[in-house]
């Protein structure tokens, strides 16, 4: 199995689930300015998309798309309890939150690392994941995880998309709930081992 990813991008978030999951995969680096793997390949051989992340499993399918790839993981070691079992409710929670992340915070973020955008777009840009934020720490409250006590790959997405932010000027410091999420998240020893192998 080969994750292609480059660092501190969503990618991470599959490879903080794969070592959640015990699960080993080869790390392929990809230069997204270039489109080039660290071996020289053409990245868009592998996915024509341009983009990471993509699972290349043993077979030779390929996986794209992150919350796809890392319910694939998550269902493939189903004693680590990274997603609920499928067809529950539970799970279906899983999805909403994989969906919240994707297009309202991941999406959200990429104006804010657009350099033709202009200030004052990128101010209205803060100003709309602000009131995404501040929902989404109200929601989260004092629990210490999206889905409560337990890790889920819901959180590796959101944890990867959150170290974004003061990197575009998007301070976590109005929500205190957000930044000590963060915080216990990067804690664990599976994420700061992905980190490390990122380089961050």
């Known amino acids: ?30 230069d997204l300015s270039t489109k080039r793997t660290s071996g020289g390949t053409d990245y868009r051989t592998v996915n024509a998309k341009g983009y990471v992340p993509t699972l290349e499993l043993d077979d030779g399918q390929r996986l794209t798309e992150g919350p796809a790839i890392v319910q694939y993981i998550a269902d493939h070691a ?7 079992a499928a067809g529950t409710m539970e799970r279906y929670r899983l999805l909403e939150w994989l969906a919240f992340i994707s297009s309202e915070l991941h ?3 990429g104006p804010l690392f657009d350099p033709a955008a202009d200030a004052a777009a990128k101010a209205r840009q803060r100003e709309r994941l602000g009131a995404r934020l501040a929902w989404l720490a109200q929601d989260l ?55 490390q192998a990122e380089g961050l």
């Open 1 to 30: 199995m080969k994750l292609y990813y480059s660092p501190g991008a969503c990618s991470l978030s599959p490879h903080i689930a794969l070592l959640e999951g015990g699960i080993t995969a080869e790390l392929v680096k990809v």
């Open 78 to 84: 189903p004693v680590r309890g990274l997603a609920p």
């Open 141 to 195: 409250g004092t629990r210490p995880y999206l889905m409560g006590p337990a890790f889920t790959v819901a959180d590796a997405y959101l944890f990867t998309v959150l170290r974004w932010a003061p990197g575009v000027g998007v301070e976590l410091t109005p929500w205190p709930a957000l930044a000590a999420y963060v915080e216990r998240v990067g804690a664990r020893p599976k994420v700061r081992e992905a980190l």
């Open 107 to 109: 999406k959200q973020f």
